[in-house]
């Protein structure tokens, strides 16, 4: 808002240098622009767009104010605030909006300035202020802000946003890091910036740790009829400096000169839009400027003057220098005992230590009118107005300026008192509000009192001290008073009305265990209630994670057991209502270890038979078949927890009813075997990024007539490998890549000629070459290690004790360093373990693990196996862990899921485990729902 008493002495905000408009100068950008916009790109979002609440939700509703009047336009009319009636001004504690976001961060009054403090750096925290500028509608032709460091060292970058009634959004100007920053011209790209009422809305931001006080805003409308541009600056000179140049040219006399804009570039050029020209990120008001440059050699630059109605003067004469070093002079930092004070008051400014002399402009005409070693000095306060103080430090050939806004009065702010006949009335009660001022110049009748009673910014009541017979609706509302005195100045106090039926209940949930619980075991929920003004009628739990909908009530001074079924954590809510309907809740959540619920690919049936599952950047993955469209899918979680799938990716269609798959990591990227052409071919594939999203095209391994059962696709020695089964010539394959990526492939070798039942074939790594377990002539379990990384070599080991019926499935894993197998033997579920790392020196007893125990897929957990199969008994998914890696014997977990019918056909029911950032992981298609779903288990 414009303030009258900046009218006699006001420093021209948006005029020439020799005005007084002084700032700190603008530091240019490196050749990647990391210090700042480059020329052309002035716009900069800002990286990460809070959330709502933390962030302007949207640019304003405007008003006329209730001390303002309407042209006939229906425009608010303006009035000077500056030296001219050009210019619109804001002190910084002149806001019209303000908010801080975090518990952190915070908006407080310095005197004139407003600090917006974002807490600290990392925090997230955010602090925001809008300014309304009333511009008679007129556009926008220039933009001034004035910051100050809030203490000493402090960061001060800032975004500049410009309220876009054209666009209804934002737009966004910087980081900045300048104690003044000048938009005009080309640097306000085309937006309607101006309300309906005429004005003109500007926020300042602080993010990410920075702190700073807002001395003052500052717009200047277009003159649309002013086509004439000032005239080019001349008198350019330029001094090598450490880091850079110092320019300085002669001031250019327009009455609406908004500033000048510098251009730079490491060769000579004859216009801004030339290759490799950059700019410093906004306006300057000073005849000079540092030009930095993080590196050494010849730099060439220009000026160009630049007014309120975004007329552009020609281009300067290029002026060029040679770099003497690329090491920059260390930042100029600058502090101010104060952002304000009256006329003749005391304000001093200090600058840090590490110049030997700095050269001072106390009173902001531009013109520095004193030296010393120190730095620190009294600034002018003879003259009210805006007091732009500059520096300038020197070591050597080492340069560095800086500059601090201060404001000036010839009047003193009122204070405002605002109070109420009732904090916190019931609904329908109607409410007196309260004004008292005091002010040094003015007597009390003379004081103008305004009120905002829905803190929009807009006020509703107009001269009046006292409101009566307000009526709130139930909820917070802040209320704003606003005392302005008969020169303009104005204060406004805030206070809260609380509107509510009365005071609400307390409600504790309570947990018994509190902590962490496996799955099975159970948990006493309990709610504590109390009501200060009446009695609890409804006590009720959330046990479904719904904070909106607390499903199970509970009677008063109640235990309710609750008893998770699958681990993760499980949000509870407790909710208590009194007589008077008002309502209290707390949350809490109980941590349940153990395996959590399964997550199903789609709600089609039909999808997930023949499933592998692989770690795919932290990511649980599979390639699985689709019986609806008869192809080869693959899918990746959207999340660690698998609790969400991206989109499906096609791999191959037409596959004839056959899809066995074996997927894993092939260096760094997903790739799978599987089955082609009705089972006739083995295909393989692997992604061509680490997510698995695009595919490279397939590669045949082996073809006839029934090739791929029981596919398995590892990594050994480096490249990727494969074991296979022939079902029409009953024979098992090992094939291993020529490089690392599986482009090209070795001979593939025949592993066994087993005559009959050469099938379930698994492949692993042991020191470097292959080792495979398979059913062999007469059902018997065999294990095999080769001789060399391409020769599976002739000589197996039969497992030790009678293997007279293996089933789906067999599944080798290593267990503490040794080669173990689980598999279904006679309907019961057994395990062994090699006595040596090589698997060749015998093997241990075998263990009966479950009865009956189909299905099954071999883990560690806690370095012991763990098993997971099919039970029959139960149709159900169970689990067993061994005490030992030797499995002595087995416990049974307590978690189970329904699969279905295992006298299905048995090649469609798969279970699969494997680890997926760092846990366990499960993967498993059921034909009881048909559909594949993933799981993990929880720590």
Not at 210 to 237: E, I
Not at 575 to 597: E, K, Y
Not at 680 to 708: F, K, M
Not at 731 to 751: F, K, L, P
Request: glycine share 10%; hydrophobic share 40%; charged share 15%.
């Amino acid at each position: 808002m414009h303030r009258n008493w900046l009218l006699a002495a006001i420093i021209l905000l948006l005029a020439t240098a020799c005005g007084g408009n002084s700032s700190n100068s603008l530091s240019a950008s490196d050749e990647s622009g990391s210090a700042g916009p480059a020329a052309g790109s002035e716009l900069v979002e800002p990286a990460e767009q809070p959330q709502a609440g933390a962030w302007p939700p949207g640019i304003p509703d405007d008003g006329v104010q209730p001390w303002e009047r309407v042209d006939a336009s229906g425009f608010v009319q303006r009035s000077s605030s500056a030296i001219n009636a050009d210019s619109e001004f804001a002190a910084g504690v002149e806001v019209f909006q303000s908010a801080a976001s975090g518990s952190g961060a915070s908006t407080s009054e310095q005197g004139e300035a407003l600090r917006l403090d974002s807490g600290a750096e990392g925090s997230g925290d955010r602090a925001w202020s809008i300014y309304r500028l009333p511009l008679g509608g007129a556009a926008l032709g220039a933009l001034s802000v004035d910051v100050n460091p809030a203490s000493a060292g402090q960061s001060t970058h800032f975004f500049i946003g410009l309220a876009d009634y054209g666009a209804m959004r934002w737009q966004w100007f910087g980081p900045f890091d300048e104690n003044n920053v000048r938009l005009a011209g080309s640097l306000i790209p085309a937006g309607d910036y101006t309300s309906p009422q005429g004005s003109v809305f500007v926020t300042l931001y602080a993010y990410d740790g920075t702190a700073f006080d807002v001395v003052g805003v500052a717009a200047n409308p277009d003159n649309s009829a002013d086509t004439t541009p000032p005239a080019a600056p001349t008198g350019l000179s330029l001094t090598p400096v450490s880091g850079g140049v110092e320019a300085v040219w002669n001031s250019v006399v327009a009455p609406d000169l908004a500033g000048y804009r510098v251009y730079y570039s490491n060769s000579s050029f004859s216009s801004p839009a030339d290759p490799g020209v950059k700019s410093l990120p906004s306006l300057t008001s000073l005849t000079r400027a540092l030009v930095q440059r993080p590196s050494s050699g010849p730099i060439f630059v220009a000026i160009r003057a630049v007014d309120t109605s975004a007329n552009q003067s020609l281009l300067g004469t290029v002026q060029t220098a040679t770099i003497a070093s690329a090491s920059a002079a260390a930042p100029l930092k600058l502090s101010v005992n104060a952002n304000s004070a009256m006329r003749d008051g005391s304000i001093s400014l200090s600058s840090s230590a590490g110049y030997s002399n700095y050269d001072l402009d106390l009173d902001g005409d531009g013109v520095y009118e004193t030296s010393n070693a120190i730095g620190s000095a009294v600034v002018d306060t003879s003259g009210a107005g805006l007091i732009r103080a500059n520096v300038r430090a020197s070591e050597g050939d080492m340069v560095a300026y800086g500059g601090i806004s201060v404001i000036i009065l010839a009047n003193s702010r009122p204070a405002a008192n605002a109070s109420a006949s009732d904090y916190t009335p019931i609904p329908d009660q109607l409410v007196t509000l309260i004004g008292f001022g005091e002010d040094a110049e003015d007597a009390f009748p003379d004081l103008v009192f305004d009120w905002d009673t829905e803190c929009d910014g807009l006020y509703d009541f107009t001269d009046l001290g006292t409101v009566n017979d307000v009526l709130f609706g139930p909820g917070l509302h802040n209320v704003r008073l606003r005392v302005t005195d008969s020169q303009g100045a104005w204060d406004v106090d805030t206070i809260t009305i609380n509107v509510s039926y009365g005071q609400p209940p307390v409600a504790d949930l309570i947990m018994f265990p509190s902590h962490s619980i496996e799955v099975g075991d159970s948990v006493q929920l309990g709610v504590s209630c109390f009501d200060f003004d009446g009695e609890i009628v409804e006590v009720s739990l959330d046990l479904s994670g719904d904070p909106l909908d607390f499903e199970t009530s509970i009677s008063l001074n109640e235990n309710f057991t609750f008893t998770p079924i699958a681990g993760g954590d499980y949000p509870i809510g407790a909710r208590a209502v009194d007589n008077s309907g008002l309502v209290a809740v707390d949350f809490g959540n109980i941590h349940v270890r153990g395996m959590s619920n399964f997550t199903s690919f789609s709600a089609t049936t039909g999808i997930g038979s023949f499933c592998s599952l692989a770690d795919v950047g932290g990511r649980m993955a599979a390639t699985y078949y689709d019986a609806n469209t008869d192809s080869v899918m693959y899918i990746r979680a959207s999340n660690s927890s698998g609790t969400g799938f991206e989109a499906p990716v096609l791999l191959q269609n037409l596959l004839g009813g056959r899809a066995f798959s074996s997927l894993a990591m092939v260096s760094g990227n997903p790739a799978t075997v599987y089955q082609a052409a009705g089972g006739s071919e083995l295909h393989y594939r692997r992604a061509t990024n680490s997510s698995g999203t695009a595919w490279g095209g397939p590669v045949t391994i082996a073809s006839g007539s029934d090739v791929g059962n029981w596919c398995t696709l590892k990594m050994i020695s480096g490249r990727p490998a494969v074991a296979y089964d022939n079902s029409t010539t009953d024979s098992v394959h090992y094939r291993r890549a020529s490089d690392a990526t599986g482009t090209a492939w070795a001979a593939d070798d025949t592993v066994d000629n087993c005559s009959t039942l050469g099938s379930l074939v698994n492949l692993i790594d042991i020191d470097g070459v292959p080792a495979m377990a398979y059913r062999y002539i007469d059902n018997h379990l065999v294990y095999l290690l080769g001789f060399s990384l391409d020769d599976m070599g002739n000589n197996y080991e039969d497992l030790p004790g009678i293997v007279s019926g293996i089933n789906p499935r067999i599944s080798l894993k290593k267990v503490n360093g040794n080669p173990a197998i689980a598999y279904e033997e006679a309907a019961t579920l057994r395990y062994t373990r090699a006595i040596s790392a090589s698997g060749n020196d015998g093997w241990g007893p075998v263990r009966n693990v479950g009865t009956p125990g189909a299905l099954c897929a071999l883990e560690t957990f806690n370095d012991v196996p763990l098993i997971a199969y099919y039970d029959a008994n139960d149709e159900s998914l169970h689990f067993q862990q061994a005490e030992d890696e030797h499995g002595f014997s087995f416990a049974q977990w307590s978690y189970s899921l329904a699969m279905g019918d295992a006298s299905s056909p048995l090649d469609k029911q798969s279970i699969r485990m494997a680890y997926v950032n760092n846990r366990l992981s499960v993967l498993l298609y059921s034909p009881a729902v048909d559909v594949a779903a993933f799981a993990n288990f929880v720590p």
